[in-house]
């Protein structure tokens, strides 16, 4: 073999190794050496024309992120603004809410990652604060305070300017269990 076969195979050799090396660490997500990773707890339901996910994300040291999607089944309909009073304007609407009791606290504001627009409703002077129709995500920073069992609380309205609102939900029970630094979905 010559020294420039030689060195071609060289390179080849150490290209390769870089490739699979970079290839591991993706496939492991790039975790430290020795570390476990765990998908980030899910739940689902769906009432009342929206399908509510609920993820933990974040979960270090018993604190970290719930996060809500809130996707209304059919088209046109969006969802109220976080913001809008619990009885709503005048009666009219219900608030994206998500609210946590138990072993878990909240450690912060619910926000959303919408933008907030007002719409007019006939017979109601005060314009309604609402979502673009669609998914809206929101988040809430969480807090165990120990071991134990905790209840997220999930309300919504969504409503169509075509084809009217459905039944609000309030406090649509998720159950939720803190054992040692995890966090996940089930029953009590």
């Not at 619910?110 to 907030?116: C, I, P, Q, S």
């Not at 998914?135 to 309205?157: E, F, H, K, S």
Request: proline share 9%; aromatic share 4%.
């Amino acid at each position: 073999m010559n020294a420039s076969q030689h060195i071609r195979r060289s390179r080849t050799v150490r290209v390769s190794a870089a490739l699979l090396s970079a290839a591991a660490l993706a496939a492991c997500g790039g975790q430290q050496a020795g570390g476990t990773h765990h998908p980030p707890p899910t739940t689902s339901f769906t009432e009342q024309g929206v399908t509510v996910t609920l993820t933990v994300s974040d979960w270090h040291a018993s604190a970290g992120t719930l996060s809500a999607v809130f996707t209304p089944e059919r088209e046109g309909f969006h969802l109220y603004s976080t913001d809008l009073p619990p009885g709503g304007v005048e009666g009219v609407g219900r608030p994206t809410a998500m609210a946590v009791t138990g072993a878990v606290k909240a450690d912060g504001r619910l926000a959303a990652t919408a933008e907030v627009r007002s719409i007019t409703v006939p017979g109601v002077e005060t314009p309604l604060p609402v979502y673009p129709d669609g998914p809206v995500t929101t988040t809430l920073p969480v807090r165990a305070d120990g071991d134990g069992d905790a209840t997220v609380l999930i309300g919504y309205a969504s409503c169509s300017i075509r084809d009217g609102c459905t039944i609000p939900v309030s406090d649509h029970p998720v159950h939720l269990r803190v054992t040692g630094d995890r966090a996940t979905f089930g029953p009590h």
